[in-house]
């Protein structure tokens, strides 16, 4: 049995909120690797031009962020493009997409954080309903980085009970290639079937809440017993006890490096 490791939300300099304009497409790729990903989706807002096939590791899977009423739905499937005005005039055109999401454009829908907690908290059910596929439990964009543990719980056990999945993401504009989130994905078998790996993944999320296990990096939140004034303390002291023992000595002992050669120096 074989886990991926995948992250389907993250944008290319096609966003015009990118924040590097001047990396290349292969250099987040790169990144992609360094980060251990095995699959990755690029979701540009409103747009699927400019990407370049791309048949090495890590796979890349077709998406889309279409920035509809008052939401951010990740498209995963299909790399059709979307009139992104059919669906932003009201919430019955946020629910038409994704009521036609998977026939119209072949792709599983996904509710991207801070957006749909910012304005659509008290009718989740309804974009359920409509069909959801899933919801972004974690996002390390800095915007969506409040959203607190009792409300992800909440969402969680929605989605366990009308069986969506959940994933974390990057939702990377370019502000680093340090990973915050990973999501694991059996696909048992998947190149004996002869089916390209994104199709199997995108298959394996069509089964639901069971298919992805999403393992978040410890870190300080905003609901934790630290005061408000002993934030960088706090961060220091979170960073530290989620390491491992390696990690720690190697920071130990480059902290101790830099000490003697500025000490030396002066």
Known sequence: ?????????LHTPGSSDYQDSDVSYLDILRRAEM???????FTDHNTVAGLTPHTGA???????EVSAWKAHIVLLGDSLPVERRRYNSSFQA?????????????????ASLPEYEENHW????????AGLDGFEVVNAAPQANEFSRARRDSVIALARRTNRFVVGVSD????????????????PDWHASGARLCDTILSRLREGFP??????????VAESAWPLWLTPIGVIWETWRGMGWGLAASWLGWIWATWSLR???L
Do not use: K
């Open 1 to 9: 049995m074989q886990w991926f490791r995948m992250d389907l939300h």
């Open 122 to 129: 008290t009718h989740l059910d309804s974009l359920v309903s």
């Open 211 to 220: 298919a992805v296990r999403v393992v978040e990096r410890h870190r300080l």
């Open 35 to 41: 980060r251990a990903l095995d699959i990755i989706a």
């Open 94 to 110: 946020l629910l038409e997409l994704l009521r036609t999401s998977d026939s119209t454009y072949g792709a599983l829908s996904v």
């Open 172 to 187: 990377n504009h370019g502000w680093g290639a340090t990973s915050m989130v990973w999501n694991l994905v059996r696909a």
């Open 58 to 64: 890590p796979a890349r899977c077709p998406g889309i």
């Open 263 to 265: 000490r030396r120096l």
